[in-house]
């Protein structure tokens, strides 16, 4: 049977694992399999089945609009977080739906020559679920107990490093995290893969000296943790505080709004990790990730927590999108903060409802670039 394996997500950043151990799967039932995620395949009568990975619930319109397309000549398969948590949304149009993890496929490893190329990293997964039931998270949903995985089987030697998308790695506990770290340093010096990247951000309230010494000796690069609210107040501090002490120095701290948060709550959160990094001498990139629904289709993304407000949304992303293209925040002390939101939390209210908010970033942006030129002129 000829199997086509879609990526149903317009923006790539990894690449996807799920559909690759699928891969293996079904190779092994004897198919023959193609995976498509970054370019479409052809809707012909070429496929025999063609299924599809739904994760974000704002692309289930998209989603249904390629399910429509591909059923004119296949069986069309639509599986992943979104019709878990939304199959109503996939109710009505011709297509199977898949619920939860297909515990087949489980059982094998990432087919990584289906990417059809030599991969840069390797990817796997230590655990699935997570001790903690956020209300913004849609983790306790589809994966509701904390277990771990055959992971090590995941990992080639040939790759330059290794990506993890653990929920909270840290739960693990200190006996498991030194049974890793020697697999770790193994991995360094035996393979190709020189460092380890946990994507997800990392729960920073685990954090004690115990674990600190454990983690720094871990090749990680960088330090990434979640700094969702106020739960975390202090506990983020702390984190860095202790793994800077331990030689650590870059770290990456997911930053959530657009939720539960006021404006001046996320501008005191950014700056607590400016003035954390520059009191400590380390690097700490601030990556502002909005809240969007889990149970709600939303196409565009229009969706405004309750104490915000359509002008500020976007006023905070053409910040963040004229300071990086990258989607994140980088200031080298708190003065080039303060340069770029202001120095209050009610200054910055009012920055990102300035009207011209746009032509006074560019206009930022361009005096900053002047100023970098006129230094090097100077040395």
């Not at 020189?194 to 871990?218: H, S, W």
């Not at 950014?270 to 990730?289: G, L």
């Not at 009207?355 to 030129?373: G, M, T």
Request: net charge positive; glycine share 6%; proline share 5%.
């Amino acid at each position: 049977m000829r199997i086509a394996l879609v990526d149903g997500t317009k923006k790539h950043t990894y690449y996807p694992f799920g559909l690759m151990r699928i891969s293996s799967y079904l190779k092994a039932k004897g198919n023959d399999v193609a995976l498509f995620y970054k370019e479409l395949p052809r809707p012909s009568a070429e496929w025999d089945e063609v299924w599809i990975s739904a994760i974000f619930s704002f692309e289930i319109p998209y989603v249904r609009s390629l399910v429509l397309a591909y059923a004119k000549y296949s069986l069309v398969r639509v599986g992943g977080v979104s019709p878990t948590i939304m199959p109503e949304a996939f109710q009505g149009i011709p297509c199977e739906i898949s619920t939860g993890k297909l515990d087949e496929a489980e059982k094998y490893q990432i087919d990584y020559n289906a990417l059809g190329f030599k991969p840069e990293y390797s990817m796997s997964k230590i655990t699935d679920g997570c001790i903690r039931n956020c209300k913004f998270c849609v983790v306790p949903k589809i994966e509701p107990e904390y277990t771990e995985r055959d992971w090590k089987r995941d990992i080639r030697s040939d790759t330059k490093y290794v990506v993890f998308s653990d929920n909270n790695y840290l739960a693990r506990g200190a006996d498991k995290l030194r049974e890793d770290l020697a697999y770790f340093q193994n991995m360094v010096h035996t393979t190709s893969n020189k460092y380890i990247d946990f994507n997800q951000g990392n729960d920073c309230r685990l954090v004690t000296p115990e674990i600190a010494d454990i983690i720094a000796k871990m090749p990680i690069k960088p330090y990434r943790f979640s700094y969702d609210g106020p739960q975390e107040d202090g506990y983020i501090e702390t984190a860095i505080t202790l793994l800077a002490e331990r030689g650590c120095k870059d770290f990456s701290i997911y930053i959530l709004y657009n939720f539960m948060d006021t404006i001046q709550e996320i501008y005191k959160r950014m700056r607590a990790m400016v003035n954390i990094a520059e009191s400590k001498k380390v690097s700490v990139c601030i990556f502002p990730m909005r809240y969007q629904p889990i149970d709600m289709i939303d196409s565009g993304k229009e969706y405004t927590g309750k104490h915000w407000d359509d002008k500020a949304k976007k006023g905070f992303m053409t910040a963040l999108n004229h300071h990086s293209i990258f989607g994140q925040f980088s200031f080298k002390n708190r003065a080039a903060f303060e340069g770029w939101l202001t120095d209050s939390p009610e200054k910055f209210v009012a920055l990102l409802h300035y009207p011209d908010i746009a032509k006074y970033f560019s206009r930022k942006k361009e005096a900053q670039r002047e100023l970098r030129d006129r230094t090097k002129a100077l040395r």
